[in-house]
């Protein structure tokens, strides 16, 4: 892997777990039960990133954005 290629691929694991980490905290916000969801069934926390659009749609762009730059950097 080149040396850019594996920087973006970085940064996009980056913002990964920058937003799964965001996105618990404001599961556990708003109720006990989703967050423990998003603790242990990560791709779940999206589906609640989903339902509660108005809250996490930032959450939910640096999720997309570091999807891309994983999959650019790949």
């Known amino acids: 892997m080149e040396p850019f290629s594996a920087t973006i691929t970085t940064f996009g694991i ?3 777990v920058f937003s799964w980490f965001y996105l618990m905290f404001i599961s556990f916000e708003e109720d ?3 967050g423990l969801c998003t ?4 791709p779940l926390s999206y589906l ?4 509660n659009w108005a809250k996490t749609k930032e ?3 640096l999720a997309i954005l ?3 730059l994983v999959i650019v950097g790949w």
Do not use: T
């Not at 609640?48 to 339902?51: D, K, L, N, P, S």
């Open 39 to 42: 603790v242990f069934l990560p």
């Open 48 to 51: 609640y990133a989903c339902f």
């Open 14 to 16: 980056i913002l990964l």
């Open 66 to 68: 570091g999807w891309i």
């Open 32 to 34: 006990f039960n989703w």
């Open 59 to 61: 959450i939910l762009g």
